[in-house]
């Protein structure tokens, strides 16, 4: 067994050093895996899961790329489903005293894909669409993707980024930040390549993948709370409508609410950081107060030039 465990990690330190690499934001360098860049801790779980993960026509998977409000999507997608075994306005709800990444793990970062007690399975990835298991693409299992604004992405992943580094290690400069941002050396990056890789499928495939932008969301919550709803195929009923269901899940849901329970205040991820670090500010337009005009230019340019033709605008 240690052999065998010496064995795998020697096969993979060498397939991380045939690939191509670059510095990280978070760990010290980011590795391109088809077409994509990861840590080797993603790396690993990532082919973890293209080897090992059974997809069921049952199961949903959220996808995002980081910062596009993953633990939001979480949320709403585990009381959407959960609302008959869990009351929303019930105090033992889950989301109360659970942060929503523990109740929707990433299946990258898990080796365990038993899980839940719902009757469908729910997991979230940041992977690409090429990474995914060939079982989540041949099988029924819904995605659904949630994209921002790549301006927002970038001002909420700095902060996030700075947050998450070490006392001793040092803030990565904004510029610095802003250029490895631009050429698409993120977690998961680069973010246009994510983005439509994922949008077209939603063209071809509107059962299968549904596309959410965040600020949509924002706006009109109540209108893709039932997109959602009717996406999973689970449609709210007119006594839920009435009973005003929907309001209660969106609040329960809301930024300000789950960025001020206790669990999320002084809790901790598996990994040992606060909980806190996933919630800052929750708002549309924050970009306004970071970037510069030509920053704003320099990004416009590249959404503009990767979404050319694809009718995808951000
Ligand atoms: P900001 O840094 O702009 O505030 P992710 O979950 O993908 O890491 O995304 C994090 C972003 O989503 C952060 O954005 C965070 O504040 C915001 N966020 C967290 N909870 C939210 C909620 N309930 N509603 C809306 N945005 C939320």
């Known amino acids: 067994m240690f052999l065998e465990e010496n064995g795998f990690i020697q096969s993979f330190k060498n397939f991380l050093s045939s690939l191509p690499k670059t510095k990280g934001w978070s760990s010290p360098h980011l590795y391109n895996y088809q077409g994509f860049w990861l840590t ?11 080897n090992h993960f059974q997809s069921q026509d049952s199961d949903i998977l959220l996808v995002t790329s980081p910062k596009c409000g993953t633990i939001w999507l979480k949320a709403m997608v585990y009381t959407l489903i959960n609302r008959m075994q869990h009351s929303v306005l019930s105090q033992q709800h889950p989301l109360l005293t659970t942060n929503p ?3 929707v793990p990433f299946l990258e970062l898990i080796n365990n894909y038993a899980q839940q007690d719902s009757p469908c399975r729910l997991y979230s990835t940041h992977s690409s669409y090429v990474s995914l298991p060939e079982s989540v693409k041949n099988t029924n299992c819904k995605i659904i993707y949630m994209c921002r604004n790549p301006m927002d992405v970038f001002v909420s992943l700095w902060h996030y980024i700075n947050k998450l580094r070490s006392q001793e290690s040092q803030i990565i400069p904004f510029e610095e930040a802003f250029h490895m941002f631009c050429n698409g050396f993120t977690l ?50 007119i006594e839920e409508e009435e009973t005003g269901l929907l309001d209660q899940i969106i609040k329960l849901c809301s930024f300000d609410n789950l960025s001020n329970l206790e669990v999320n205040i002084t809790g901790k991820t598996l990994f040992g950081n606060d909980n806190t670090i996933f919630f800052r500010k929750g708002e549309v337009g924050d970009w306004k107060n970071h970037l510069t005009d030509e920053m704003v230019d320099r990004l416009n340019q590249i959404t503009e030039h990767k979404f050319k033709g694809s009718g995808l605008k951000l």
């Open 40 to 50: 080797a801790l993603h790396l690993q779980g990532t082919l973890f899961f293209q």
């Open 188 to 237: 998961a990056g680069p973010f246009w390549d994510h983005v439509l890789s994922y949008w077209e499928k939603s063209c071809e495939m509107p059962l299968k993948v549904l596309f959410l932008r965040y600020e949509q969301v924002k706006e009109q919550p109540l209108l893709h709370l039932t997109r959602l709803a009717e996406f999973l195929n689970c449609p709210f009923s």
């Open 101 to 103: 990444h523990v109740l």
